[in-house]
Every structure is written in C-alpha cells, then in structure tokens.
C-alpha cells in the first residue's frame, strides 16, 4: 500500500466551485506539505504544517485554505475555484527527525472549467 | 528568494552512456538538496538527499554531488538504460522543516 496517498485523483469542476483534495499518509511523519505544478514553472509550495496545530503559508497560498485533521491527515481547499488553479496538486511528508527528506503521494490532477 | 535552475532542459543519449545533470541554487545557505525522478503523470520518487554538510551520496548507479559555496550539484548517472528516461527534479530546503525550492527539471530520453 501506498504511504501516502491522495483523493481524488482527478476531478473536473466548474468556476466557483468548492472543492476539497485530500491527503493522507502512513508513514508517521509529523511535517506534511502540499505544492502545485504547473507546465514550465515547476513545483511550488502552497501550505505546510510542522504538526497538528502548525499551519505555514508557502510561496503561493492566495486562493488556498489547509485543514490538519489529524497527524496523518492534511486536506486543501479552493473555496471558490477559478481556471487558473488548473494544476497537479502534490501532497508530500517528512519526519522532523529525518534530515526533512520529503516523500510525495501520486498528485491529484485538478481541472477547472 | 532562492532560485533553483536546472541544465540542461532536455536530453537524449543512447543507451549505455554515462551521463551528468546539473543543478544550481541562488542561496548557498541550504538545509539540504533533494533529487527526484517523476515519470509522465506520476508522483514524485526521491532518489538521493544530500545533508548540507555532505559532499555526495550514491545509490545504485546515481552518484549526486554538493558543492554548497558555490551552489551548484550533479547528479551522476552510470551506464544509462531506458527505464531511466524520465523528468529529474532538483529541489532545495533552506530550513529545517519548510518545503522545497524545486528546479524545473531535465526532461531525460534514454534512446535503445
């Protein structure tokens, strides 16, 4: 079984729309991110969260809310979707003891019309 | 604001060859740097991560190496098969626990 793993794993909606991806992982890591990719700029952070009750903006948070349910679970939210939040979306973890190597779930391929 | 650019785009070589990719960052102040393999619609695998303090790592047939004065690292590839063809990420950490400054990748081709 994967360690991390995220849902769903496509998903088309529509301008305005609400939409929640969700990650979660079984590694035991304390630290979870989530980034976005898009063509010809690359991977880049959207939110982190050190653990539970630490919640950290990244590079490009405008438009995006995070929710850390558990130590294992971590979830983005578009509350209201615009087409040029069209990306991959990367859910990825680290443990605080593990030099912050970084571990990525599959993507979600987000598309909004 | 650390910038991570990667050289080059796109390569092809026949099967067999050795090969080198590089990666250079802005800051030298890093916490650690990261190399990764993503194939088409794939996630991400993380191939070696180098300690700021480390020179290089090897894993296999992959060999990277750090030079953080002068913000550069290679990632080494021996004797170069098909399966290898795939896009390689560099990424930097500048802390100890904030994310990833990530390159925009070689675009690699192996060629039977």
């Known amino acids: 079984d994967a360690d991390v793993t995220q849902t769903p794993r496509n998903r088309i909606t529509k301008t305005g729309k609400r939409i929640m991806l969700e990650c979660s992982q079984t590694?035991?890591?304390?630290?979870m991110y989530w980034y976005r990719q898009d063509p010809g700029l690359g991977l880049r952070l959207i939110y982190y969260?050190?653990?539970?009750?630490?919640?950290n903006k990244g590079e490009i948070s405008d438009g995006y809310s995070v929710s850390r349910q558990a130590q294992a679970k971590f979830s983005l939210s578009l509350e209201s979707a615009i087409p040029n939040q069209t990306a991959l979306y990367f859910c990825?973890?680290?443990?605080?003891?593990?030099?912050?190597?970084?571990?990525f779930g599959p993507g979600t391929r987000l598309t909004v019309l | 604001k650390q910038e991570v650019t990667q050289i080059p785009a796109a390569l092809s070589v026949p099967e067999g060859e050795n090969l080198v990719l590089n990666c250079s960052f802005t800051d030298s102040a890093i916490y650690n740097l990261q190399w990764f393999r993503q194939d088409p619609g794939k996630g991400l695998t993380s191939l070696l991560l180098?300690?700021?303090?480390?020179r290089e790592q090897t894993s296999g047939r992959l060999n990277a190496s750090l030079d953080k004065s002068s913000g550069r690292s290679t990632l080494y590839i021996a004797a170069s098969q098909p399966g290898d063809s795939a896009t390689y990420l560099c990424a930097v950490s500048g802390g100890g626990a904030d994310g990833l400054t990530f390159g925009k990748g070689t675009h690699l081709i192996i060629q039977p």
């Open positions: 180098i300690q700021s303090s480390q």
């Open positions: 990825a973890t680290s443990d605080s003891n593990g030099y912050n190597e970084q571990f």
């Open positions: 969260s050190f653990d539970v009750k630490d919640i």
């Open positions: 590694k035991g890591h304390d630290r």
